[in-house]
């Protein structure tokens, strides 16, 4: 009579023993992959049995996400061309007839050390006469002068990245009251519009792609929603044989992704193709303002984060959608 109870006791042991080897971090490892398979071949089910409704949400995200791309290639390549800004916003300094070279020296020095000048440049009288006669047809005319017509000048380069039209039209100001200084000058005008194109083009850039950030999470969030809706039966079944939230929601967020991702990478293609486009466009309106701008594409840490900036999109859209369908049929 005792020895069956024995035995009996070594099949409960061997029972639990075996429970517990299922229950390893390897087998929840193994369960863990597997519900990700089935989540994401529920996910490309559903993405393939709406072939259009997939087709155009993926385009429309890759079409919301490439426009605060292209701006901001807009702006960075604006900003690489502040050296061209630079050299169009150089102040001429005409000096006065009489003014000494060591006036001029000690004037040179303190203009280099003015943190917000990049860079000071002194033309004798000479040297400009020289330019003036190679860059014009009155070589002979001006040759046969007595005496040299033109003024000696200093050329400063102010740092455009530091100060704006007000605070250069001031340092011009500051220039004109020097007493070596007979005339000041710079095309103000210019600078005005130009550092108006690049503040309207950052402001435009942010304020597009707060929109665009709502507008792709609706997207996508709408079209998650219209899935559960074309898929309710099927999930209802689910959740009636044991299917947790989690297990329902997974392949929601799957399909959020693929949303995310593919139209991310459709977008760096859009954006490919409209730097090609605008290549030529560009270059004709820097040719107006006398720079030349050249056109540099997203860099690797660009693309990367525009992939990274669609996936939580598409995740977070997903999230909330697939939250709202699963309270609906709780309900």
């Known amino acids: 009579m005792n020895q069956p109870k024995k035995n009996q006791h070594n099949h409960v042991e061997t029972n639990v023993s075996r429970g517990k080897e299922k229950n390893t971090p390897s087998s929840n490892i193994t369960s863990w992959i597997k519900q990700h398979q089935i989540a994401a071949k529920n996910a490309a089910k559903h993405l393939l049995d709406t072939p259009l409704s997939s087709i155009l949400t993926i385009l429309v995200v890759a079409i919301a996400l490439s426009l605060p791309a292209a701006l901001q290639i807009i702006i960075k390549n604006l900003e690489t061309g502040q050296t061209a800004i630079n050299e169009q916003a150089k102040v001429s300094l005409y000096l006065k007839k009489e003014t000494r070279k060591d006036d ?106 707060v929109f665009l950030i709502f507008a792709v999470l609706i997207l996508i969030g709408n079209t998650i929603r219209n899935l559960g809706q074309r898929f309710q039966t099927e999930i209802a079944i689910s959740k009636l044989v044991g299917a947790t939230d989690a297990y329902v929601r997974r392949s929601f967020l799957y399909s959020g ?75």
Do not use: C
């Open 104 to 209: 001029i020296t000690t004037l040179i020095q303190q203009l280099k050390d003015n943190n917000s000048i990049l860079n000071v440049t002194f033309i004798s009288a000479d040297q400009a006469l020289l330019e003036f006669q190679e860059s014009s047809n009155l070589g002979n005319t001006l040759g046969s002068l007595k005496k040299n017509p033109l003024p000696a000048s200093i050329i400063v380069t102010p740092d455009t990245q530091l100060m704006n039209v007000n605070d250069i039209e001031l340092l011009v100001a500051d220039f004109q009251e020097l007493e070596a200084v007979e005339l000041a000058q710079i095309d103000v005008m210019w600078l005005k519009k130009l550092f108006s194109i690049i503040e309207l083009a950052k402001h435009f850039s942010i304020g597009i792609s």
């Open 257 to 331: 992704l693929a949303y995310g991702l593919l139209g991310s990478i459709f977008a760096l293609f859009f954006v490919f193709i409209g730097i090609l486009w605008l290549y030529p466009q560009m270059n004709e309106i820097a040719s107006l303002y006398g720079t030349n701008i050249q056109i540099i594409g997203l860099a690797t840490n660009d693309i990367f984060s525009l992939i990274a900036i669609g996936t939580v999109l598409g995740l977070g859209g997903s999230w909330v959608a697939a939250n709202r369908i699963i309270n609906q049929i709780s309900l």
